[in-house]
Each structure stands twice: as structure tokens, then as C-alpha cells.
């Protein structure tokens, strides 16, 4: 079996790198010369890709029901034969009208294919014991962007952008598709493990409402700030008084840091109830926000390796902690309700924190640092119980 878990991890934590490369993470490379190819304003292309997100957002809940149902074997290798057909469309668009059928098509397959029907397989998989995959596979997908923003990159300009999705299109097809469908195991008709959460007192299937409410603030507070931070972090640290050059240079420690907390959190807080870890990571931005208010140009460094493992970690929590509180046999709906305002946050975020900065300039910061704040004081409604989280 151990064995097996490997090789359904580097199956699953390569396909999640590709499927975010060839989606999520295009844009930040092919928007802008694809919105000037159409005769479209940046601004205009980055809304229909919120648009995508926010119907990404809407149909989790079903995707994680059929995932409860039948397991994420087939969700997951339909979901690269959708992400390949909405970049054939979008290597094909020729107008505003072709743009956003295409994005259309690339929101479905991002809500079929993305982590939380990856973490709902693995549960769906392994019940009680899926914490260590579903940790395995973001350490995989948390290079998405250090691979596919230079890959896409060294597309458009040897190729153009054209050739650049049909070529991320191929890779979910003829790579990705066969990978999840012959490597990923069926789900058996019963899970295997008892519920993780389950007690004599406590035998029922679902994790209590408040505990849900709780975990949904936490998620969507700490997501607006991840996405916040993604579209204007360069642009927020030359506020600070750095150079644009080190603002570029302190951006680029974000993705390493991230890789390395979830190393640590494989290598050592695994060991811990999954509330701490979280808890944790909610509280590294406004630790590198003190810093950077302390030390200004000087901190922008220290800022960004701590924004970068609070986002690693949080990756790892988004599927550790409703593990913690979920019946493995009830897993994907609960946990896709819950991703419809964490990705609405999370795509309302660019937008949004841009106004803010607008008004106040980098006092944003403190911002952000509050609802992270908010949001770890959020977790101390739930306690411990052994390895268990319930409602206090």
C-alpha cells in the first residue's frame, strides 16, 4: 500500500502542477499579449478570468458530490480532457466573444481539476490516512508557477501565444489525462478507515454547522489576502520605498518559502493536531508586516519569505483541517460549499485590495495583516480533542 500512496501522489502532485501551469497561473504570462492579439484592454481579459474563477466557485459543491459518490479518478481525467478544450478555444479566440466562451470552458475544468477535488480524491481514497498525501501532492504543485510561468514565457516568445495554449492543451490531453486515469485508484464502495472525528458520543456523518461557518470565514479571510498579495506585492514593496528591482527579487522568494513551510509542516507539524499549523501560517503575514513597518526597504525580504510559507502552509491547511472535521464518506460536499467564498474572496481580491491601495497606499498592509489576524482568532472556536477539532 505504501507504494502505492507514492505513486498515486507523484501522479496526482504532477497533473496538479500542469493543471495549475496551463490555468491559474496563464494569465500572469499570456494576458496581456493576448488581450492586445484581440484588440482587448488587460483589464478586460483579467474580469473574464475572475468571471471564470467565480462559475469555478459555484460548481465545487456538485464536483465534490460526485467525488463523495463515485471517487475522483474520472472527475480528475475528464477534468484535463476540459482544461484542454477550453485552451484549444482560447488559442483559437479571436474576439471578446471567443475569449470568454473559452474561459467559460477553462472555469469548469479548474473546478473539476484543481486541489480541492485532489484533496477530496485522497480522502475519498484513504479516510483518516489521507493527511500525508494530500500534503505530498502540494509540495509537487507548489512549483505550478516557478514551471509554468517560464515555460509559458519561452512559448510566447519562440512560438507566440497561439501556439503556447495549444501546446499546455496537448500536455493536459495526451500527459495529464492518462496519468490521472490509469494511475489513480478506484475508490472502494466503503471507506476502509473509520471517520476521523468519530467518538462514541459522536457518530454521526457530518462535522457541526458552526465548526463549517468557522472554517469558511478562515479560508475565505486568508485566501483574499493570498490573492491580494499575488496580483500587487511587487507594486506594494516599491510603496515601501524599495527599488523595482528588489521588489521583483524579494516576490521571487515567495514561491521557495512556500515549498519550504510545507516541508516543514510534512517533516515536523504533522505531528500536530492540524489547527496548529494553521494557526500558524495565519500569523506569518502579520509577523512580516511588523517587520516591514519596523525595518521599511530593509524588511521587504523577510516580508515576503514569511507571506510565502504562511501561503504554503494554508495550502496544506485547506485540506488538513476539514480532514480533521469531516467524515471521510462526506467529504467533497461540505468541503466544495465551502470553497464557493474562499474563491469568491479570492478572486474578488486583485480588484478590491487594488481600491484599497488606491485610497490608502501600503497602509493596505495593515490591512491585510488584520483579517489574517481575525482569521487565526477565528480557529480558537474550534479545540482539540486527541487528534479530533470540534466546536467548543
Do not use: K
Not at 72 to 100: D, E, H, K, Q, Y
Amino acid at each position: 500500500m505504501a507504494s502505492s500512496r507514492i505513486t498515486v501522489v507523484a501522479a496526482l502532485g504532477s497533473t496538479q502542477t500542469l493543471a495549475w501551469a496551463s490555468s491559474y497561473y496563464l494569465p500572469a504570462i499570456l494576458g496581456a499579449p493576448i488581450a492586445a492579439a484581440l484588440g482587448l484592454s488587460p483589464s478586460i481579459f483579467f474580469g473574464i478570468f475572475s468571471g471564470a474563477l467565480l462559475l469555478s466557485s459555484c460548481l465545487a459543491p456538485a464536483v465534490g458530490r460526485v467525488i463523495d459518490r463515485h471517487g475522483g479518478r474520472a472527475v480528475l481525467a475528464l477534468s484535463n480532457i476540459v482544461l484542454a478544450a477550453g485552451l484549444v478555444m482560447l488559442g483559437l479566440a479571436t474576439g471578446i466573444f471567443g475569449l470568454a466562451v473559452a474561459w467559460l470552458v477553462l472555469g469548469v475544468g479548474t473546478a473539476m481539476g484543481l486541489y480541492a477535488p485532489a484533496f477530496a480524491t485522497l480522502t475519498r481514497l484513504y479516510g483518516a490516512g489521507a493527511r500525508a498525501p494530500i500534503t505530498g501532492i502540494t509540495l509537487f504543485a507548489g512549483f505550478a508557477s516557478t514551471i509554468g510561468w517560464p515555460l509559458s514565457a519561452f512559448m510566447l516568445a519562440r512560438y507566440g501565444w497561439r501556439d503556447a495554449c495549444f501546446v499546455w492543451a496537448a500536455l493536459n490531453f495526451f500527459l495529464c489525462m492518462p496519468v490521472n486515469w490509469l494511475l489513480i485508484p478506484t475508490a472502494p464502495a466503503q471507506p476502509s478507515v473509520p471517520r476521523l472525528t468519530e467518538t462514541a458520543d459522536d457518530p454521526g456523518p457530518d462535522a457541526p454547522r458552526g465548526a463549517m461557518l468557522t472554517l469558511a470565514f478562515f479560508f475565505a479571510a486568508t485566501r483574499f489576502v493570498s490573492g491580494a498579495f499575488a496580483a500587487h506585492l511587487p507594486h506594494l514593496l516599491e510603496g515601501m520605498g524599495a527599488t523595482a528591482v528588489a521588489a521583483i527579487a524579494a516576490g521571487a522568494l515567495v514561491g521557495p518559502a512556500q515549498v519550504g513551510a510545507r516541508l516543514f509542516e510534512f517533516g515536523i507539524l504533522r505531528n500536530f493536531h492540524p489547527l496548529i499549523p494553521a494557526r500558524v501560517a495565519a500569523l506569518l503575514n502579520p509577523l512580516g508586516s511588523v517587520g516591514l513597518a519596523a525595518l521599511g526597504p530593509a524588511g521587504i525580504s523577510l516580508f515576503a519569505i514569511l507571506h510565502g510559507a504562511g501561503n504554503g502552509m494554508l495550502t496544506i491547511a485547506s485540506g488538513t483541517l476539514p480532514h480533521a472535521l469531516i467524515s471521510p464518506t462526506g467529504y467533497g460536499n461540505p468541503t466544495g460549499i465551502m470553497a464557493v467564498p474562499t474563491r469568491i474572496a479570492e478572486s474578488a481580491a486583485p480588484l478590491l485590495f487594488g481600491l484599497l491601495i488606491d485610497r490608502i497606499g501600503t497602509a493596505a498592509i495593515a490591512v491585510s495583516a488584520g483579517l489574517c489576524l481575525a482569521a487565526c482568532a477565528s480557529l480558537f472556536a474550534l479545540r482539540s480533542r486527541g487528534t479530533v477539532a470540534a466546536p467548543i
